[in-house]
């Protein structure tokens, strides 16, 4: 009987061990690791692009920057470390057709794409400048506040004016982890939907975001 209650013991102290590890995680996933967002991007990302439309726009001595920041990823409880990184990369530039600073946003999961990102913008888009057909946001690009060099207009997807040998999406198509897989028509939606999230998601203020879309929905 006593044997029987010490392997009861033991069997009992190793499962409290092992789930309090994994609800150990999961509280430190809640608490520790919050979301970084400014705003719930996702359920506007179909109403942003409602009002987009491409315009034209020649692009010369632009500023070229990287950053990343942390995103909350989906719990793993074999994981203690629950937060992802998103790339950003901005392209900032002045037009001197529209006397306005645009800038255009995209975002990589990767770091690899990113660079390869990298390496097709300086190719693509050169001294005196490269025309590009430019996916913008119409409301924005009226808005007086937007233009500036503080605060740019964003462009959420662009591609060359010229038919071009090499595109981006043929960088970065394949099977591998990292790469593309999908058509490039399947790659011009899914990134016009991941730069509209992230950029209404992290980048758009509260403020902004708010007159363009009304107080926050709550989702339930």
Known sequence: MKKILQISSVSLLAVGLIFGKYIGRWLVNIFDNPD?????????INQYLSKCDT???????FADSVDYF????KFNPSS????????????KFYSDSLHKYFSIFYFFRYSSIDEAF???LVRAIKDPGAEIIATVNKQELADNTY????????IVYFR????????????????GK??????ENDFKKYMLNYNIDHYLSYVKSKQDFEKMFGKEKKVE
Do not use: C, Q
């Open 36 to 44: 970084t967002s400014i705003n719930d991007g996702r359920l506007y």
């Open 55 to 61: 315009i034209t726009l020649n692009v010369k001595n």
């Open 70 to 73: 942390e995103v909350k990823a």
């Open 80 to 91: 203690a470390d629950n937060m992802a990184i998103v790339y950003k990369h901005e392209i």
């Open 118 to 120: 990298g390496m097709y």
């Open 147 to 154: 233009g500036t060099k503080d605060k740019p207009i964003p």
């Open 160 to 175: 060359l004016l010229k038919d071009e040998s090499n595109t981006f999406y043929s960088l970065i198509k394949g099977e």
């Open 178 to 183: 990292g790469e593309f897989r999908g058509s």
